[in-house]
């Protein structure tokens, strides 16, 4: 039998940092970095006689991301302590919720790979406190703990097993990734840890109903080591199948490097975490006046501000959706386009020539360096003429690498276009003396010709040639 004989099942586990000011049980800072152990507590730290008491940002922000992916919210939930011990888990147990969770039932829409609507199912939505963090060193031979992400408060994102390939699988993480980002609960930084998930992935022949074994892959944090990752993992199970052999219900460590996963340990089921009741935690009991309070002041989703770029700029559904997939490539849109009024140059040069940056960097949106304010004055100039669109395009690489005033990076580097008549008459009969083939071509009708002589002038003048005089002036002598 071949690959295209059996069907992949996938679920997520996906994991994202809420952006409080404090973590979930204690009033220490949330914020990234710092020294090791300085964003800790007795209360994070596990000490005897410490008692936690529940930040109520946290329900706030949980239910908010309910109501954003279609979830009922259960007005009657609680915490529970999961117990298992990792040296990063100073209580030996972790707060999370089990039966009664916060949010369940919802969904989130992607396309599939026909380009048809699919809803992928959410179990649930709960929340829980992050584990520490170990530092080991070059050699493998110790590791240090630092608790500075103990308690960190997260909300866990439990989907039903819908996703069937990889590409869906990252759809569906963008997705959610938006959505977050747009309410505003996460900043979904994948490079700090901050949105993360647990892969459980199996394979069954086709027609099949009963699932296969699963496998999960654990804390993966970038969309490319996640699709790797499932490819991989299918490619193994198949393979494992067709020769005849089993697959183990297991949690794997993905190795980017490598390529390949490798065997952590046996998958823990629910009972081999002993759940019950935290004696330490009241109840959660919301009423219905505050989550429809929280349901009316959401801010603007993906899929309404997508329609109102559809409206408002004339844009296409597909630079409507591009742009819209993340909020920051979102807001820099609606920003610059404030300041310079050319919605379709902006959308241009985010969807062409950032994005393909990026891609070459392996950067996410949230990482341009440049302000929206950048982008505008960089619009403005090429259309004032001051630079040419294929300096413009100099100059946007050189906004990743030192970011400042497109102004002063053309200053700087002797960019600004020329557009003295006179001075690109010079080069136009001079390209016109060093190309007579050229010429004569274009003058027997192939008007290709002229797109060649246009090219030269640009590489002559390094780019800074004013191309509409160029043209008109090419086309004046060429005439003659």
Known sequence: MSKEDYEVVIGLETHAELSTKTKIFCSCPTEFGGEPNTHCCPICMAMPGTLPVLNERVVEYAVKAGLATNCEISRNSKNDRKNYFYPDLPKAYQISQFDKPLCEKGYVEIEDENGEKKKIRLTRIHIEEDAGKLNHDEYGRESLVDLNRA?????????????????????????IKSILEYIEVSDCKMQE?????????SVRKKGETKYGT????????????IVRGIEYEVDRQIEVLENGGKIEQETLRWDDVSGRTFSMRDKEDAQDYRYFPDPDLVAIKLSNEYIENIKNNLPELPESRRKRYLDEYKLTEKEANLLTASKYTSNLFEEATKICNNPKAVSNWIMSDIAKILNEKEMEAEQIPFT??????????????TISNAIGKKVLVELFENPKAPSKIIEEKGWVQISDEGAIKEIVLKIIEANP?????YKAGKDKAIGFLVGQ?????????????????????LKK
Do not use: H, W
């Open 457 to 477: 002038a640009m590489k002559e003048t390094k780019g800074k040639a004013n191309p509409q005089i160029l043209n008109k002036l090419f086309m004046e002598e």
């Open 214 to 225: 699963r496998t999960e892959m654990k804390n993966m944090n970038s969309f490319r080591s």
């Open 151 to 175: 308690g960190v408060p997260l909300i866990e994102i439990v989907s039903e097993p819908d996703i069937r390939s990889a590409d869906e699988a990252e759809k569906y993480l963008r997705k």
């Open 193 to 201: 840890g901050s949105l993360r998930a647990d892969v459980n992935v």
């Open 372 to 385: 929206a304010e950048n982008l505008a004055e960089l619009i403005q100039l090429i259309d004032k003429g």
């Open 437 to 441: 083939q050229s010429v004569a071509d």
